[in-house]
T-cell receptor
Framework: DTEVTQTPKHLVMGMTNKKSLKCEQH?????MYWYKQKAKKPPELMFV???????INESVPSRFSPECPNSSLLNLHLHALQPEDSALYLC????????????FGPGTRLTVL | GQNIDQPTEMTATEGAIVQINCTYQ??????LFWYQQHAGEAPTFLSY????GLEEKGRFSSFLSRSKGYSYLLLKELQMKDSASYLC???????????FGAGTRLFVKA
């Protein structure tokens, strides 16, 4: 089973809203990632968690707040977003943060009004 | 700096063979990945190369030359469903970061 699930599939929010994106995997992977992808662009790394600890924050604005409650779950809390934050948000996981294949979830299509 | 180059678009005919090239310059190298991404969907893993040479997996093959900073993805017996973007991605030394190329949009025509 190489499945990573993400909810919701689509999200529309206003600039004053607070919402959360959720990601789950049951493959025993110890590394989890958040990527942001704009149309016709490659995925851009936002955060990396290794063994439930934040390893990389790619200078992401504080209106994005990641959380890793346990080894299977990864959240991304959103607050006071801007319209330019509208994108496809992808979660991925891998066995470890070394040269292992990352498996992507289906993504959450976020629109900020 | 870090740079991954791929052609922006390619067009090929159903049943044919197509080769998608990727050149890279990264701070260290710890593996190269190819992903397929259909419009509006998540990338799906196709292949992984860490040593020089050819890796074959069904209709897909991937080649790597570390000394040249070069890889290609070969798709044989093209099908209409192969129309998608193909992303070349390099894992840097230390393994924490994977850098993605901009992707090559492949159009397969009848």
């Amino acid at each position: 089973d190489t499945e990573v699930t993400q909810t919701p599939k689509h999200l529309v929010m206003g600039m004053t809203n607070k919402k959360s994106l959720k990601c789950e995997q049951h493959m025993g992977h110890r590394a989890m990632y958040w990527y942001k992808q704009k149309a016709k662009k490659p995925p851009e790394l936002m955060f990396v968690y290794s063994y439930e600890k934040l390893s990389i924050n790619e200078s992401v604005p504080s209106r994005f707040s990641p959380e890793c409650p346990n080894s299977s779950l990864l959240n991304l809390h959103l607050h006071a977003l801007q319209p330019e934050d509208s994108a496809l948000y992808l979660c991925a996981s891998s066995q470890a943060v070394t040269a292992d294949t990352q498996y992507f979830g289906p993504g959450t299509r976020l629109t900020v009004l | 700096g870090q740079n991954i180059d791929q052609p922006t678009e390619m067009t090929a005919t159903e049943g044919a063979i197509v080769q998608i090239n990727c050149t890279y310059q990264t701070s260290g190298f710890n593996g190269l990945f190819w992903y397929q991404q259909h419009a509006g969907e998540a990338p799906t893993f196709l292949s992984y190369n860490v040593l020089d040479g050819l890796e074959e997996k069904g209709r897909f093959s991937s080649f790597l030359s570390r000394s040249k900073g070069y890889s290609y993805l070969l798709l044989k017996e093209l099908q209409m469903k192969d129309s998608a973007s193909y992303l070349c991605a390099v894992r840097n030394t230390g393994g924490f970061k994977t850098i993605f190329g901009a992707g090559t949009r492949l159009f397969v025509k009848a």
